[in-house]
């Protein structure tokens, strides 16, 4: 048989939708518990119902919204999520930064790691939350592109999203963003030595501190 040339086509508008409401999700915009509606997103972002209905279904799929049976909501977690959340992750992200680590071979990969990390001392100086939060997200969004299995990255990338809305409950303190930056320089120190094991370690420690602080933050009576 003929093999059939690839057809050129843009981004299918549900596919956009998706992405944008899974980000505005992740934002830490949206409060928990709160309802997202069907027509109200619909007309915010200029498009029919259908797209709006398909994606937030799947992002239902995924576990970044819940459903009460008439509309979607933005989930509260719990102890016990963050718990499950983070089970998960540490299986993950200690592995993929190994496979980066060792896989790291020219300077100018290194390069994003270190800018981030300066934009983020930079911001933590000037008490910026929101760019202290835009450089931790590209710093992560750095190394997550370096990992070769792309199967292990998008497992990684949903269960990192789960909580990624908890930013805002935790970044705004000063003491909790030291914390994040301290791991992060050793994250990129065994980075920058092509250190697996160091980088795997590393991250296994940022992500415990990662889960702690998310803890206390969702106590009762907590002030974080």
């Known amino acids: 048989m003929a ?15 998706y992405v ?80 980066v680590a060792t896989r790291i071979r020219e300077k100018a990969q290194l390069a994003p790691f270190r800018e981030q990390l300066a934009a983020m001392v930079a911001a933590n100086a000037e008490n910026d939350v929101e760019a202290f939060m835009d450089a931790n997200y590209r710093f992560r969004a750095a190394w997550l592109d370096l990992v070769p299995n792309r199967r292990l990255l998008r497992a990684i990338e949903l269960y990192a999203d789960h909580v990624r809305y908890l930013r805002a409950l935790t970044l705004g303190n000063r003491e909790v963003r030291t914390v994040v930056l301290n791991g992060l320089k050793r994250i990129a120190a065994s980075l920058s030595a092509a250190d697996g094991a160091g980088a795997s370690a590393a991250m296994r420690d940022h992500l415990l501190e990662a889960k702690r602080i998310l803890r206390s933050a969702l106590a009762p009576n907590s002030k974080a």
Do not use: M, N, W
């Open 3 to 17: 093999s059939l040339k690839a057809l050129d086509r843009p981004e299918l508008l549900g596919d956009r939708v």
């Open 20 to 99: 944008t409401l899974r980000e505005h999700l992740c934002s830490g915009l949206v409060p928990s518990g709160q309802a997202l509606q069907e027509s109200a997103l619909a007309a915010q972002l200029g498009v029919s119902r259908t797209p709006v209905r398909e994606a937030l279904a799947r992002l239902a799929s995924e576990g970044l919204l819940g459903s009460d049976g008439r509309s979607f909501i933005v989930p509260a977690l719990s102890e016990a999520d963050i718990d499950d959340i983070y089970e998960l992750r540490l299986l993950l992200e200690p592995e993929a930064l190994r496979q």
